[in-house]
């Protein structure tokens, strides 16, 4: 094959990394911290922020504010379990973190030198795939699972679920849901959520999920359910579940959730 023009070169590579980095970087100052939203993906597809606070003349910490150990326990990761554990603690001594609580962070020397916040954040993707690894939590939210489920049935939906209920988003190929009724004006998709502890990271993730399945079937009617004495809500992941479903409701608000399915019935 012969090629006329040669339109490969540094250049030509350099210019649109630099333009995908920078696009992708942002940076904000937030009560004396630098919050720093950086090019690389969490296994779940979230980006990965850190946030640095100079602590004196020569030493700065960043830090990851605790998502990425949370995002574990968001996915159902039993880190109490000794073979988690051993896991979770070999990865972070080899990267020569420090963990406090959930919060995974590192002392670095200013003036800051990019290379080390870009290892900081290297770290905290490869700790992150460790849920590929680590074993998963029991479910613990039966009851949340039946409750719907007898309602859907007292209300005389058809409906797959478990394995074959699925929906398909623009970006997520194939997106699985507990329930997904059939036969009506309206398809409703249902998640009963499962997962225990912080609730924010979790809701994060279902939010892209819900709106990118929307933008493929905007017709789709979206609906969670949860356990709140299993879970910790705080009031901005509870926004983002109503924000994002036609239905949001505790599984023991049946009234409103049989007044809810009644609506999109029609």
Known sequence: MKIDEIHISPKALREPLEKFWSDNLEIESRNGELIASLPL?????????????????????????GKTIAALEGEGI?????????????????????????????????????????LFAEALVSISHLIYRLEITAPKSVH??????????????????????FIEGKVEGRIGVDFLTSGGK???????????????DY??????????????????????????????????ALNIGRSVCH??????????????LAQFKR
């Open 78 to 118: 039993d880190l109490s379990l000794q073979r988690n554990c051993e896991l979770l603690t070999g990865r972070i001594k080899a990267f020569e973190l420090a963990k406090q609580g959930m919060e995974l962070h590192k002392l670095i020397r200013f003036p800051i030198d990019g290379i080390d916040i870009q």
């Open 186 to 200: 309206h398809q409703i998709a249902c998640k009963t959520i499962e997962r225990r502890g912080r609730m924010r």
């Open 41 to 65: 993906l969490y296994p779940n597809g979230i980006q990965v922020v850190v946030s640095l606070k100079q602590v004196s003349q020569s030493d700065v910490i960043v830090s990851d504010c």
């Open 203 to 236: 809701i994060e993730q279902w939010g892209f999920r819900w709106r990118d399945a929307k933008d493929r079937n905007p017709k789709l009617i979206n609906s969670m359910f949860y356990d709140p004495s299993n879970q910790n809500w705080d009031s901005d």
């Open 247 to 260: 239905i949001f409701e505790p599984y023991f608000e049946t009234d409103k959730i049989n007044a809810a």
């Open 144 to 165: 949340v699972y039946s409750t719907i489920r007898n309602l859907l049935a007292s209300n005389h939906f058809l409906f797959k679920e478990k394995e074959n209920a």
